[in-house]
């Protein structure tokens, strides 16, 4: 079960820290992913990290500003965003994958998901 937090509202140009924890104890057996999805549009891809946290994957709109880690002894992943644009306002989804061996950017690449994280940006 994965648990989000740390969404909500913030100006343009701020900063937000979220937080995915899952239970269980097979955390460092599963790379993790962050996704979002805004109103009328598709979820997306948005970060990932592997299973040590060694490597990260950063969707190209969101490099250089957001960045992805993970605490394997707190069952924690996070996700840093700064310098925060209106077009960032979404619902942002924890995920957990493990089929297979490098962090994957497609939805069918985890098989359990947080119930997401509202993040608003105001202009």
């Known amino acids: 079960q994965l648990q989000a937090s740390g969404g909500g509202l913030v100006q343009a140009g701020g900063s937000l820290r979220l937080s995915c924890t899952a239970s269980?104890?097979?955390?460092?057996?599963?790379?993790m992913g962050w996704f979002r999805q805004a109103p009328g549009k598709e979820r997306e891809f948005v970060a990932g990290?592997?299973?040590?946290?060694?490597?990260?994957l950063l969707a190209d709109s969101v490099k250089g500003r957001f960045t992805i880690a993970r605490d394997n002894a707190k069952n924690t992943v996070y996700l840093q965003m700064n310098s925060l644009k209106p077009e960032d306002t979404a619902v942002y989804y924890c995920?957990?994958?493990?089929?297979?061996?490098?962090?994957?950017?497609?939805?069918?690449?985890?098989?359990?998901w947080g119930r997401g994280t509202q993040v608003t940006v105001s202009s």
């Open positions: 990290i592997s299973r040590s946290g060694g490597s990260t």
């Open positions: 995920a957990a994958g493990s089929t297979f061996p490098i962090i994957v950017s497609t939805t069918r690449g985890y098989d359990s």
């Open positions: 269980g104890r097979t955390f460092s057996n599963h790379y």
